[in-house]
């Protein structure tokens, strides 16, 4: 009989693996899916520690983890575009479908968003997973599972890049090289952008940035931030300031710079989650008339660009990938992301076969590259 072990954070810094049912399809238009890879986002590692971010308090046992793939085993009697057997990318948000803003096209705004691991709603470490069939992404021969895993981050930042408007030829500085931050430098390369500046507080973090997808590196210093500002801008030769800034870190030195990096008539877009209030250059805002814009989870459509720029070649997650674990040692890999050891560790899941530990799967120059204290920017 299968497994659905299943990883369960019940209070901060307490997670316990738990033997619970096989969940069973809910609609004709459900599919069951085995998750096979599970990569683990910093808002996982944050309820797992603090057991809250913001107002979403985890008050009752709750699963862990949204970053999925798997394979489809069952599917409801109106499913006409999955079968048995197909690989998929799992969205892990499902929306009422109903309210204006999922009428309006902006479904990842709806209000009554159900999304795995955002308490009360249980997560994706589990063995099996049951998902309405079209937010299952059926992943193309030449997208392995493991790269499906990386599918969800990517869409957050394919959905960020998109809200910054990135035409050919632009340039962008993207604040923090966490994995988002990673990921929003390789989108804005497939976009067109010329420039693509990554900044950073760790230099192992920029080492990386550029030999994965930035033009240029800054790291970040603790001096103003209109000084940090003309000092990054000099370094990639901008002096008008980028066309766009994307923060991914959410840290408030650096989104007081992004607003003086900017050009005149420019693009910032806020995706990094930290602090809820922070004192924000508003007047840079005004006097430069920059459009402003926040950047939640992915939309329509944003999945299957991300998809497709990884089948295309345009964007590589696997370079991000420092190892696969056991289902059994999900906690030690948690606690690999929050010592900011990895920049992506999978967690196989609990009926998946690894040979492979993140100790011996480890790229070691990847991971010195890697190597950092700072502990995860999320919320
Ligand atoms: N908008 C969304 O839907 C969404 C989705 C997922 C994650 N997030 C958020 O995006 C952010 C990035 O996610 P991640 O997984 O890459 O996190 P991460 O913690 O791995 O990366 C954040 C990076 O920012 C860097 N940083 C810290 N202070 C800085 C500063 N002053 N200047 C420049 N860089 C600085 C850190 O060193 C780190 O490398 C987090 O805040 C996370 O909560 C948002
Ligand atoms: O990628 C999606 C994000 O991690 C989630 O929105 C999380 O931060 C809050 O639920």
Redesign the pocket.
């Known amino acids: 009989m299968a497994s659905n072990l299943s990883f369960v954070l019940n209070k901060p810094n307490d997670v316990t693996f738990e033997e619970r049912p096989v969940p069973k399809l809910q609609h004709p238009h459900d599919v069951l899916v085995a998750v096979n890879y599970t990569g683990i986002?910093?808002?996982d590692v944050h309820y797992w520690l603090h057991g809250a971010i913001g107002h979403f308090v985890v008050k009752d046992p709750m699963v862990l983890g949204h970053e999925s793939a798997g394979t489809v085993v069952e599917v409801g009697s109106a499913v006409k575009t999955l079968k048995k057997g197909d690989r998929i990318a799992l969205e892990p948000g499902y929306p009422c479908r109903r309210c204006s803003a999922c009428l309006s096209g902006h479904y990842n705004l709806c209000p009554d968003m159900r999304f795995a691991a955002t308490p009360p709603y249980d997560g994706t470490l589990t063995g099996f997973w049951v998902a309405p069939f079209d937010f299952c992404y059926k992943l193309p021969d030449n997208v392995s599972t493991q790269e499906g895993a990386l599918i969800e981050?990517l869409a957050?930042a394919v959905h960020?890049v998109k809200q910054a408007r990135i035409q050919p030829g632009q340039s962008v500085v993207i604040?923090?090289?966490?994995?988002?931050?990673l990921l929003c430098a390789a989108v804005a390369r497939s976009f067109g952008a010329t420039k693509v500046v990554s900044?950073?507080?760790?230099q192992s973090?920029l080492d990386f940035a550029r030999s994965y997808a930035a033009t240029h590196t800054y790291v970040?210093q603790r001096v103003s931030p209109e000084e940090n500002a003309r000092n990054l801008l000099a370094v990639a030769d901008l002096p008008g300031g980028a066309d766009a800034v994307i923060d991914?870190?959410?840290?408030e030195?650096?989104i007081q710079t992004s607003l003086h990096a900017v050009r005149m008539g420019g693009t910032y877009v806020q995706?990094?989650?930290?602090k809820a209030d922070i004192n924000f250059p508003i007047m840079a805002l005004c006097l430069k008339e920059v459009t402003a814009r926040g950047?939640?989870?992915y939309g329509s459509g944003d999945y299957k660009l991300a998809i497709d720029l990884v089948a295309a070649g345009k964007v590589d997650v696997k370079a991000l990938v420092n190892g696969v674990v056991p289902f059994k040692d999900a906690e030690q890999a948690f606690k690999k992301v929050k010592e900011g050891q990895v920049i992506k560790i999978l967690i196989a899941g609990p009926n998946e076969k690894v040979e492979q530990s993140v100790d011996t799967s480890v790229d070691n120059e990847k991971l010195k590259q890697a190597q950092?204290v700072?502990s995860?920017?999320?919320?």
């Open positions: 986002c910093g808002s981050p957050v960020i604040m923090g090289a966490g994995p988002v931050g900044v950073d507080i760790i973090k970040s991914a870190s959410g840290a030195p650096s995706g990094g989650m930290g950047s939640f989870r950092a700072g995860t920017g999320c919320c």
